[in-house]
């Protein structure tokens, strides 16, 4: 029983750690010049710690936080964790109303609060799509109405072939 009490204890003070260890992520980042846009992005069994936007590019992090450098915290970050990041990104990318360039950083914090290393390690791996710009479906354009009049945009026929003359 002592030992579940530990474990309890352990698991909270991880969960500091790691809460502790994504304002200091947070931090160095705005030191950067990024503009923190979310913290904790949550949506359905998915959560991206930070989302930032430096220079129109919006950057997806994952805040790793190890109290010693025995197990390297980048190696967390596992084909699991990156999938579930792609989804989340494409929800979040998808509900913004402009297109923007994108990309997944992995920021890795060792040691304690008064004493630690951070790392930061942009574009970390890329979409499985190999494309830097959002994929998006079609906004509204010209396909449902012209600008110059409300009447519907229609696709141009093609042109029948003329009979050559004999």
Do not use: C
Not at 23 to 29: E, G, Q, R, V
Not at 75 to 94: F, I, P, T
Not at 151 to 165: D, I, L, S, T
């Amino acid at each position: 029983m002592a030992r579940d009490i530990d474990k309890q204890a352990q698991g909270t003070s991880n969960r500091e750690w790691g809460a502790l260890a994504e304002n200091i992520a947070a931090d160095y980042l705005i030191k950067q010049g990024y503009t923190i846009r979310e913290r904790n992005f949550r949506m359905r069994h998915i959560e991206i710690d930070l989302i930032a936007e430096k220079d129109n590019e919006i950057v997806f992090v994952e805040v790793k936080a190890r109290s010693s450098d025995y197990v390297d915290a980048l190696y967390a970050v596992d084909k699991q964790k990156q999938n579930k990041m792609l989804s989340g990104a494409d929800m979040y990318l998808r509900a913004l109303p402009v297109l923007y360039w994108y990309r997944f950083d992995i920021i890795t914090i060792t040691g304690t609060k008064e004493d630690y290393k951070l790392e930061h390690y942009p574009d970390a791996f890329i979409s499985p799509l190999r494309t830097r710009v959002h994929p998006r479906p079609s906004r509204p354009s010209n396909r449902r109405k012209t600008k110059e009049s409300d009447e519907p945009w229609e696709e141009p026929k093609p042109k029948k072939p003329e009979k050559p003359e004999n």
